[in-house]
């Protein structure tokens, strides 16, 4: 059975850590939004698929029919297969003969049929409630430039897409609920400060940056595909939920991930805050900290300031984790594949800090965007975990192990 990396060897399989790695494997040549749309999607099917069968939290989809004599195995399997097979970039192959495996490996043929079922249905009704949102580009309004306003930096790149500003939300009641406002404004002493701390530490040659800061900065900057799969293996290996609570778990990452990428999109579009590159060499840069030949540690994103979407996501992870975590002692430590980098924090909260802190190591953001961004994070996490996928016991919301 596949498992999920940087899950200990204590930690008890099944079958959804096996189809979590297939998904990521499945996708690995697949980039960017689509790659992150379709996990969260098979994450998300997956969970509705198996929670018909063993009804013990609130669905997000009503219309989904009950069936006790269901196959969760096949359910899972089904639902994740449908989802991802439509992908572009996707090992077709690879995926085919997992899904196949897995059904041959069901003996109990009528559960097995009753699992299909139930798999296909979770699948294609999520996949219909997506079918007019498209992450085709969406390009941003024209704002007339000067100080304060983002511009992409010198090279012509095309601007972010704000086609994710166009989806519909899975569980908050709306984006404004989760704007934190404007950002501070040009002569206010924080963004002065600001724009110097920025110049400073985020500079690629930076002298004040210091070199744990650098090595995380690094980590969090070149891994951010592995690590929400990572996370949760630790907390599963900590908890060792049965399936449903093992899929349960992922299914609120995603959809908190998921309505935080709107609202991340939605406030940068809104708001246009220039980035530190544009503050400091742009064509508008404070003439007080004026360097035309500053560099960030990272290249400059195509997409506006405020918040950092590094710092929501990081926000999402801390209360997700954390919160369904409980009280039980979770080794937060990560060993990443794409630099075999290992990052280890002795609370949720201390690594979704660092994680927020690292885009103004990198030059990418000013703190007050990464500390809105951390804040608006949270905030949608709790606001996800509190109404999404509740335990229908009551007493038990929050918890892996409700029993």
Not at 38 to 44: F, G
Not at 168 to 188: H, S, T
Not at 229 to 240: E, G, K, M, P, S
Not at 260 to 269: M, Q
């Amino acid at each position: 059975m596949l498992l999920l990396g940087g899950v200990s060897a204590h930690a008890r399989a099944d079958f959804v850590a096996d189809w979590v790695a297939t998904s990521a494997r499945a996708l690995a040549a697949v980039q960017g939004l689509p790659r992150w749309h379709a996990e969260i999607h098979a994450k998300i099917a997956m969970f509705e698929a198996m929670n018909a069968i063993d009804r013990r939290y609130a669905p997000l989809d009503p219309g989904m029919p009950q069936d006790g004599k269901a196959s969760p195995e096949a359910a899972a399997a089904t639902a994740v297969f449908l989802v991802l097979v439509p992908v572009a970039g996707v090992d077709r192959g690879f995926l085919e003969a997992r899904h196949d495996a897995a059904l041959r490996a069901i003996k109990d043929g009528d559960a097995r049929d009753r699992g299909v079922t139930l798999g296909r249905l979770a699948a294609y009704r999520l996949l219909a409630r997506q079918a007019d949102q498209h992450l085709g580009y969406a390009a941003p309004e024209k704002r007339a430039p000067g100080p304060g306003i983002f511009e992409l930096a010198a090279g012509g790149r095309q601007p972010g897409s704000i086609a994710m500003t166009r989806f519909r939300l899975f569980a908050l009641p709306g984006v404004d609920a989760f704007d934190p406002g404007p950002p501070p404004a040009f002569d206010d002493p924080k963004a002065r400060a600001a724009r110097r701390e920025a110049m400073q530490v985020g500079a690629i040659d930076s002298r004040l940056r210091t070199s744990d800061q650098t090595a995380a900065a690094i980590f969090w900057n070149s891994s951010w595909q592995s690590i929400p799969n990572l996370l949760a293996a630790q907390v599963v290996a900590a908890t060792r939920p049965d399936p449903l609570q093992h899929a349960r778990l992922h299914a609120l990452w995603a959809v908190a991930f998921f309505d935080a990428s709107i609202v991340d999109t939605t406030i940068k579009d809104r708001y246009r805050h220039w980035r530190p590159e544009n503050a400091i060499r742009g064509t508008h840069a404070d003439p007080d900290i004026r360097q035309p030949d500053w560099r960030p540690l990272v290249v400059t994103p195509t997409q506006p300031d405020w918040m950092s979407g590094g710092a929501v996501v990081a926000g999402v992870h801390e209360v997700v984790f954390g919160t369904l975590a409980g009280d039980r002692p979770v080794e937060w430590s990560v060993l990443i594949p794409e630099t075999y980098q290992r990052r280890s924090w002795p609370t949720a909260a201390a690594m979704a800090e660092e994680a927020a802190l690292s885009r103004l190591w990198v030059g990418a953001h000013f703190r007050y965007s990464v500390e809105a961004g951390l804040d608006a994070g949270r905030r949608i996490a709790r606001h996800v975990i509190e109404t999404t996928y509740r335990p229908i016991t009551p007493g038990t919301i929050g918890r892996l192990d409700p029993r």
